[in-house]
């Protein structure tokens, strides 16, 4: 199978949207414990591909719901 931009970019925005809301989450939790980044790396690691195949799910759903959204909005500017 060939690599395509639709089959990279959902795994990079999970990628950058795992990290930030671990990162944001460990530490409502648990402050900034001596041990913070190696927390915050396991639930990142953990986390990831979690993402990423909701991304790949979400994402199309999206799209349509944005079509749907963008055409309701016009027809009521009519």
Same mark, same amino acid.
């Given at each position: 199978?060939?690599?395509? &931009?639709?089959?990279?970019? &959902? ?45 790949? %799910?979400? %994402? ?19």
């Amino acid at each position: 199978m060939k690599l395509k &931009p639709q089959h990279i970019q &959902p795994v990079i925005m999970a990628g950058i949207m795992a990290f930030l809301m671990t990162g944001i989450i460990t530490w409502l939790n648990l402050g900034f414990p001596s041990n913070y980044v190696a927390l915050w790396a396991k639930n990142f690691i953990m986390v990831w591909p979690l993402a990423a195949i909701a991304a790949f %799910i979400a %994402i199309p759903i999206a799209q349509r719901l944005t079509v749907k959204i963008m055409a309701a909005l016009s027809s009521s500017k009519g």
